[in-house]
């Protein structure tokens, strides 16, 4: 497992944008597959976007594709998340998480993910 610890949600107006960082404990980052995932109160987490060991593939869940973008820099241990054209919807806690297995065998559920940040708040108003 490695250790994860976000940063960077805060608050912000519909149409703003955030850029989320994840840092990485551990020789092995560039080994993992990474998500972000987000709960809203009330809601279950749910997949946001997830990156492969390279960085070459990257999968988003329908609600955010084109309006934000996950990147990871191997050299650093980060994985980012840019988000753009913000929403209301977006309001949640964003959980960065990793999954030793390539992203192609990755279901993109919670349960595969098996190690988690703490989160970070992200709040869009209105």
């Known amino acids: 497992q490695v250790q994860l610890v976000e940063s960077g949600g805060g608050l912000v107006q519909t149409g703003d944008s955030l850029r989320l960082s994840c840092a990485s404990s551990g020789r092995t980052f560039s080994l993992y597959t990474m998500g972000w995932f987000r709960q809203a109160p009330g809601k279950e987490r749910e997949f946001v976007a997830a990156i492969g060991w390279s960085g070459a593939t990257r999968k988003y869940t329908d609600s955010v594709k084109g309006r934000f973008t996950i990147s990871r820099d191997n050299a650093k241990n980060t994985v980012s998340l840019q988000m753009n054209s913000l929403k209301p919807e977006d309001t949640a806690v964003y959980y960065c998480?990793?999954?030793?297995?390539?992203?192609?065998?990755?279901?993109?559920?919670?349960?595969?993910?098996?190690?988690w940040g703490q989160g970070t708040q992200v709040t869009v108003s209105s």
């Open positions: 998480a990793a999954d030793r297995r390539a992203i192609s065998i990755t279901t993109m559920t919670a349960t595969d993910f098996g190690s």
